[in-house]
């Protein structure tokens, strides 16, 4: 039946470049540095391709995707 299919749906080829600045884009966004924000989309900037958008879409969603480690209490005693 489907057990042994041999067709495959390919999936589309992804920019791993513009997958890495998503993550990067997302990792300075929550560290709140603004100077490699700008940085970045300045590079996205350049390259205006629906694919690519959406490539680096996929990569802020991948590491938003993991929450943030919780802060713990300052806990020195005076």
Same mark, same amino acid.
């Given at each position: 039946? *489907?057990?042994? /299919?041999? =067709?495959?749906?390919?999936?589309?080829?992804? /920019?791993?470049?513009?997958?890495?600045?998503?993550?990067?884009?997302?990792?300075?966004? &929550?560290? &709140?540095?603004t100077?490699?924000?700008?940085?970045?989309? &300045?590079?996205?900037? /350049?390259? =205006?391709?629906?694919?690519?958008?959406?490539?680096?879409?996929? *990569?802020?969603?991948?590491?938003?995707?993991?929450?943030?480690?919780?802060?713990?209490?300052? &806990?020195?005693? =005076?």
């Open positions: 039946m *489907g057990l042994f /299919n041999r =067709k495959s749906n390919p999936e589309p080829a992804r /920019n791993e470049e513009m997958v890495e600045l998503g993550r990067e884009y997302a990792i300075a966004r &929550r560290h &709140r540095d100077k490699a924000m700008n940085r970045i989309m &300045r590079q996205v900037g /350049n390259d =205006k391709d629906v694919t690519d958008l959406s490539d680096f879409r996929s *990569g802020q969603e991948s590491y938003d995707s993991i929450p943030p480690v919780p802060r713990g209490r300052n &806990r020195r005693s =005076k």
